[in-house]
């Protein structure tokens, strides 16, 4: 069956380390994948995008890869502040005209 | 000059009535979505809309129908409300399908 799944449901960090939170996915082949960052009471907001040729992608403190070997994306951030604490989602982009498919989240906690 | 707007905000409501949520976008997107995030957090695609055509219509009630009147526009009627329909509905926008979505800030439905 088709899964896509987050690595754990909440992770804490300090404040200053990097954050490493997995996105794995099973039976799918994505085109792109997204990933969202989501406050309490508010609705996704767009990080960053990776199409399936690429392995890296960085925007500021914020770096996503992604293997389809693996099937696997990876998304840190580095030098986290208290202030990235937020649920993150990744979305699959499986191209066609088939929706995107999100995964559950990982809350994050950077810890002062 | 909110990118992606819904209301109401919060909508509480008693099971069999029936109700609507409105959702504009003013930039200029081709693509628009509705989508349900249940009490797990869970976001899942209901319906997709490209210049107000239905491209998109996942497992869904029939007692949801969703409107387009223009490009700008997509409202999201509901009959007959039942207990499950409580979640909170977002609304998103997109150029075309394949790149990233704009979320408005979501409506939280309760039906008692």
């Known amino acids: 069956s088709q899964k896509i799944e987050q690595n754990s449901e909440a992770l804490n960090i300090q404040e200053g380390k990097t954050a490493t939170l997995t996105c794995n996915y099973t039976?799918?082949?994505?085109?792109?994948l997204q990933w969202y960052r989501q406050d309490p009471g508010r609705g996704p907001v767009f990080l960053l995008l990776?199409?399936?040729?690429?392995k890296e992608k960085r925007k500021e403190r914020l770096k996503v890869t992604f293997d389809t070997t693996l099937k696997q994306s990876l998304f840190h951030i580095t030098a986290s502040q208290p202030a990235d604490s937020a649920t993150y989602l990744c979305?699959?982009?499986?191209?066609?005209?088939?929706?995107?498919?999100f995964g559950k989240g990982t809350r994050l906690s950077v810890i002062a | 000059d909110t990118a992606v707007s819904q209301t109401p905000k919060y909508l509480v409501t008693q099971m069999g009535n029936d109700k609507s949520i409105k959702c504009e976008q003013n930039?200029?997107?081709?693509?628009m979505y509705w989508y349900k995030q249940d009490s797990k957090k869970f976001l899942k695609i209901m319906f997709s809309?490209?210049?107000?055509?239905?491209?998109i219509n996942e497992t869904v009630p029939n007692r949801f129908s969703p409107k387009s009147p223009d490009k700008a526009h997509l409202n999201l009627h509901i009959n007959s409300l039942e207990l499950g329909d409580s979640a909170v509905y977002f609304c998103?926008?997109?150029?075309?399908?394949?790149?990233?979505?704009?979320f408005g800030p979501g409506t939280r439905l309760t039906v008692l």
């Open positions: 998103a926008s997109s150029q075309d399908e394949r790149t990233p979505q704009f």
């Open positions: 039976n799918y082949s994505p085109a792109y």
């Open positions: 990776i199409r399936e040729n690429e």
């Open positions: 979305a699959l982009d499986l191209s066609g005209n088939t929706p995107l498919v």
């Open positions: 930039l200029g997107h081709d693509t």
């Open positions: 809309y490209n210049n107000k055509e239905l491209i």
